[in-house]
């Protein structure tokens, strides 16, 4: 059984209306990103899960379907179920609060106030940003996955490989965190950056 698997709108029982083709999740794609990111070859994932590793090649470049039962050895190995892989679900039905002592404080320069937390049963990790006038990320940082700021006050200036991209209250970057970035306040009132990346940096 393929993991998708969708009915031709010519083959809907007469008595049904022809059914909406639904998307197809790429999966190869989503399994190749988690693999590099994990610092992982095909031979090694291949060995780790029990499946052939010119298989595992056809299905990362999109030329073979995989079944759900493969494909949840694959997740296995990349740390995931095969819902939560493709993003439907976070292993869990019942609400997860975090509490303010769960958050991690972490300095990042004067005048920054910086707080973490990661997102239970997911590589995702959540992050508030204060900053006094004039003040800055005392570093330039680098790792995996793709960063996404919302500057809910003020304005921020983010440096992507060097290049300052201007943000004001009610505006939202995303980039590819492996591009060394940093962020700052040219201004002379206070701002306030709301984040999250989707590979956990200060777990």
Same mark, same amino acid.
């Given at each position: 059984?393929?993991?998708?698997?969708?009915?031709?709108?010519?083959?809907?029982?007469?008595?049904?209306?022809?059914?909406?083709?639904?998307?197809?999740?790429?999966?190869?794609?989503?399994?190749?990103?988690?693999?590099?990111? *994990?610092?992982?070859?095909? #031979?090694? !994932?291949?060995?780790?899960? $029990?499946? @052939?590793? =010119?298989?595992?090649?056809?299905? /990362?470049?999109?030329?073979?379907?995989?079944?759900?039962?493969?494909?949840?050895?694959?997740?296995?190995?990349?740390?995931?179920?095969?819902?939560?892989?493709?993003?439907?679900?976070?292993?869990?039905?019942?609400?997860?609060?975090? *509490?303010?002592?769960?958050? #991690?404080? !972490?300095?990042?320069?004067? $005048?920054? @106030?910086? =707080?973490?937390?990661?997102?239970? /049963?997911?590589?995702?990790?959540?992050?508030?940003?204060?900053?006094?006038?004039?003040?800055?990320?005392?570093?330039?940082?680098?790792?995996?996955?793709?960063?996404?700021?919302?500057?809910?006050?003020?304005?921020?200036?983010?440096?992507?490989?060097?290049?300052?991209?201007?943000?004001?209250?009610?505006?939202?970057?995303?980039?590819?965190?492996?591009?060394?970035?940093?962020?700052?306040?040219?201004?002379?009132?206070?701002?306030?950056?709301?984040?999250?990346?989707?590979?956990?940096?200060?777990?």
């Amino acid at each position: 059984m393929t993991l998708v698997e969708t009915a031709r709108a010519d083959e809907a029982p007469a008595d049904e209306a022809p059914l909406t083709r639904a998307a197809t999740p790429r999966v190869g794609e989503v399994i190749r990103r988690l693999r590099k990111q *994990r610092g992982l070859s095909l #031979r090694d !994932v291949a060995e780790r899960s $029990g499946i @052939s590793q =010119s298989f595992l090649g056809a299905v /990362e470049r999109g030329q073979s379907d995989i079944s759900v039962g493969r494909l949840s050895q694959v997740a296995h190995v990349l740390g995931h179920d095969v819902a939560s892989l493709l993003g439907y679900s976070l292993r869990r039905a019942t609400p997860v609060v975090i *509490r303010p002592e769960d958050h #991690r404080r !972490v300095s990042r320069g004067d $005048g920054v @106030s910086f =707080s973490t937390f990661a997102i239970p /049963e997911s590589h995702l990790e959540f992050m508030v940003a204060s900053f006094a006038p004039h003040s800055h990320f005392d570093d330039v940082v680098t790792h995996a996955g793709i960063d996404v700021m919302y500057v809910s006050e003020g304005s921020l200036v983010l440096a992507v490989d060097g290049v300052d991209h201007s943000l004001d209250a009610s505006e939202c970057a995303v980039w590819p965190s492996s591009h060394a970035h940093t962020v700052r306040n040219d201004g002379d009132v206070p701002a306030v950056a709301l984040g999250f990346t989707t590979e956990a940096v200060y777990r």
